[in-house]
C-alpha cells in the first residue's frame, strides 16, 4: 500500500491499494483509496482507473513535481481524476489538493515524501493482484 502522510497535521494521511489488475496498455485495475484525517477516515473508495492513467499517475507522482504539468494532474477518470500542488513555503513544503467527483482532500508534503509515494505506488502496481 502507497501511503502518503501529511507533514503538517498529525494523524492526516492518504493510502492507496490494488484490489485486482488486468495488464496490459488498453486495460485496468479497481483501486482502493483511504484518506484519514485527524485519525478518522474520511472516505474509503474502491474505484476503477485505466493501466494509462495509472501509468501517468505514477509519472506525476514518483518525478515529483512534473514541471511540464506546472502544477496540476488531470485524467478522465471519474474518481481522483485531479491532483493539484502549490509550493507553499520555501522549506519545500507543497500543498496537494486531490479532487474527484465525490471526494476532495488536501495533504501537505515535501517533495521527496511525495516521490517516494509515487514510487511505492509503482511498486504496489507491480505486485497488484492479477484478475483475468
Known sequence: MA???DCLENGTWIEISFIA?????DEG????VKYFKTNNKIYDLDFGWTNITIKNYIEATAEFPVERLD???SSFEKHLFQLDWKQIDSNGVYRLGFFGSDQD????ADQESVRRFGSEFRLE???A???T
Do not use: T
Request: include cysteine; charge should be positive.
Open 71 to 73: 502544477g496540476l494532474y
Open 105 to 108: 482532500f488536501k495533504i501537505h
Open 3 to 5: 501511503i502518503l502522510r
Open 29 to 32: 485495475c479497481r483501486l482502493n
Open 21 to 25: 489488475c488486468i495488464p496490459g496498455e
Open 125 to 127: 502496481w507491480g505486485q
Open 129 to 131: 493482484p492479477l484478475r
